[in-house]
């Protein structure tokens, strides 16, 4: 079963039901270890990312990234069609519940050409590597105007074996409300689905924004490798 096949078969209606719960959803692993080991190993090909960073210089964190350049690797590009075009229909629901004018098109290609249009062209899937010792503070990922709301995170490295530490954290910040948090630690392959920006949220006289920012806890031991699959190109 190839990449596209794996992401259709998933119970979309149960990730759907999981996002606007929860405002994250996991999937079952989509990714081979060999896949995930793959995808990990092309961290040192500089050919590979149009730029990398260094989060302690940029005070993100510690630890490093590399945004691929295009073309993007056949995996990462794959990964990227097949989950937004799963994921549209939900932005367009919170959109409209929102009461947001914006309508995200039915495929990526079509989404990609309204960011290129507003100058935003450079690709932004990116390759994260944590040693220990190294994190990532709390973040959200816009790249320009045009912003999709949902994004992925692959987790490439095996929790306890790999790696530890080093935990997913997602923070919610709701109107009036104090702040809160939820760590993840997700099996090797899993991707977690979560808000870009923000969540629709039901309040008393109808839908909230609800702010969402997203991190990593310290790594501990180890080395851990995560795939971002963001959907809008960055200016």
């Known amino acids: ?28 692993p989509l990714l081979a270890p060999e896949e995930c080991r793959a995808l990990a190993a092309l961290f040192g090909d500089d050919a590979r990312f149009r730029s990398r960073i260094d989060m302690e210089r940029y005070r993100f ?7 691929f350049a295009y073309p993007l690797p056949q995996i990462v590009a794959a990964l990227r069609a097949a989950l937004y075009a799963r994921l549209a229909p939900v932005a367009n629901a919170w959109a409209e519940r929102l009461r947001e004018a914006q309508h995200y098109p039915a495929g ?19 390759l994260l590597r944590y040693g220990p010792g190294d994190y990532n503070r709390l973040h959200q990922d816009r790249y320009g105007a045009v912003a999709f709301p949902l994004q992925a995170t692959v987790f490439l490295s095996r929790k306890d074996e790999d790696f530890a530490g080093g935990e997913f954290l997602l923070v919610e910040q709701r109107p009036r409300e104090q702040s809160r948090g939820t760590a993840l ?11 870009t920006q923000y969540r629709p ?7 909230l924004r609800a702010g ?18 963001i959907f809008h190109d960055a200016e």
């Open 1 to 28: 079963m190839d990449l596209a096949q794996r992401i259709a078969a998933l119970d979309w209606p149960a990730l759907g039901a999981a996002l606007d719960e929860l405002g994250h959803a996991l999937t079952p």
């Open 108 to 126: 990526l290609d079509a989404f990609l050409e309204g960011c290129h249009a507003r100058g935003q062209t450079r690709p932004t899937p990116l």
């Open 201 to 207: 949220v039901q309040g008393k006289r109808g839908y």
């Open 61 to 67: 964190g510690r630890g490093g990234y590399g945004y």
């Open 185 to 195: 630690a997700p099996e090797q392959g899993q991707a977690l689905i979560f808000p």
């Open 212 to 229: 969402m920012r997203h991190g990593v806890s310290t790594v501990t031991c180890g080395t851990r490798h995560t795939l971002g699959v």
